[in-house]
């Protein structure tokens, strides 16, 4: 169980330093591990959750399906996330959660978080806060899709996974695992494979990034950052510039 519940102690802690007894209380919550293929939903929409999901390995995105049958994905989320705590409030879910790779997900219950934020209510605190970064984030691709050009969109996108991952020690240097497929990125920048792949060579050429064999490294941060306009911000994240 400690080690289940590590991405998760390792992710608050990046917001405030955690006192041993919630360390403790954080120890103690059941969770229940299960696998999941890619490409699999893990929390549909409509569903009526009783439980929260962690997610201990991989990555999960967040979904719907327009009526025309394609697919918009509102973020992506990394191990430690639990990306559906509003569903501690709100009843049904307005959205799906899938496999974007193979995941291991922890199962937490509503119950046992509810008693957790009130044995130790800034750990609750701390939990809303990343709920609130959620939509922080959801702000600001907002405007990508609707005030930047394609490859500046995806620029930034890179720049907000890459400072993610960062902040979980999940990077190698200025490389890390990026298993997105061209036709995800596509699906959460609104654009098509096409202009999806042609940003790619354009930011290859400014000899920004390169991105193969699944892994993503960032060949000059500062012009990058520069390019995409790229302020962390919105992520509320205390890290070093």
Not at 3 to 29: F, H, N
Request: with cysteine.
């Amino acid at each position: 169980m400690p080690q289940t519940i590590t991405p998760l102690i390792r992710k608050l802690e990046r917001e405030a330093p955690l006192s041993d007894a919630e360390r403790q209380v954080l120890l103690l919550l059941p969770v229940t591990v299960r696998e999941f293929r890619a490409d699999s939903d893990i929390v549909h929409e409509r569903d009526t959750p009783s439980q929260c999901c962690l997610l201990l390995q991989g990555w999960l995105h967040r979904y719907k399906i327009a009526g025309d049958g394609s697919r918009q994905i509102f973020a992506f989320h990394i191990a430690g996330d639990v990306p559906d705590l509003q569903s501690l409030h709100l009843r049904r879910m307005d959205h799906s959660l899938g496999a974007s790779t193979p995941v291991k997900v922890g199962f937490i219950p509503h119950d046992s978080i509810r008693r957790l934020i009130e044995r130790a209510p800034r750990l609750g605190g701390i939990l809303w806060k990343d709920t609130l970064i959620d939509a922080s984030i959801f702000r600001q691709w907002m405007l990508g899709m609707g005030r930047k050009q394609a490859p500046q969109r995806l620029a930034h996108f890179f720049c907000e996974l890459y400072t993610k991952m960062q902040a979980v020690g999940l990077t190698d240097g200025f490389s890390c695992d990026f298993p997105i497929t061209q036709g995800a990125m596509g699906d959460a920048l609104g654009l098509s494979t096409v202009h999806v792949n042609r940003s790619l060579m354009e930011l290859r050429a400014d000899g920004l990034i390169e991105l193969e064999k699944k892994t993503l490294t960032i060949c000059n941060w500062e012009r990058l950052k520069q390019y995409a306009e790229f302020d962390r911000l919105y992520l509320h994240m205390d890290l070093a510039a």
